[in-house]
């Protein structure tokens, strides 16, 4: 999934009232935490994959970059003016490496942004669900 997607998830996850006026309405606000709940939870699982498979990904996009800067593939003086003047396929490869880094890091910190929000999020659904608990207990006249 896209990191826009989990973005507009989450804005959807966050926007809704919590009513405790009654007991009904107390059991119902805590269904929907426990839903919104394990939204999260998937997500947070969703992340850890779409992180592994762009690690992944960016390995086998390491690698063809290896392949097509090896000596092999650029041995002849003329293809080698072709491609960047007289640099040699070492020096353009390491070069299209750290680029491939820099993109890969970027979209990986991305993920464990929304990750940490997840976190944050999840510990302030527990938070209010205690809270909707302790109201619920309140109206029971159950005070410990």
Do not use: H, W
């Not at 809704?16 to 006026?21: D, G, P, T």
């Not at 750290?98 to 929304?114: P, T």
């Not at 302030?124 to 608990?133: N, R």
Request: aromatic share 6%; no cysteine; charged share 35%.
């Amino acid at each position: 999934m896209d990191i826009n997607d989990y973005n507009k998830i989450i804005v959807d996850l966050i926007d809704f009232e919590i009513e405790m006026s009654s007991i009904a309405e107390s059991r119902k606000t805590i269904l929907k935490l426990q839903e919104k709940r394990e939204i999260l939870i998937n997500m947070k699982e969703q992340i850890r994959g779409d992180i592994r498979s762009t690690e992944v990904q960016y390995l086998s996009m390491r690698t063809s970059i290896r392949e097509e800067f090896s000596i092999e593939n650029v041995d002849n003086s003329r293809k080698r003016k072709l491609l960047k003047g007289n640099k040699s396929p070492a020096t353009m490869r390491a070069k299209a490496m750290k680029k491939l880094e820099a993109k890969k890091k970027g979209k990986i910190e991305s993920y464990n942004d929304i990750k940490i929000t997840i976190d944050d999020l999840l510990e302030q659904v527990d938070a209010v669900m205690i809270e909707v608990y302790g109201s619920m207990k309140s109206f029971l006249g159950n005070s410990y």
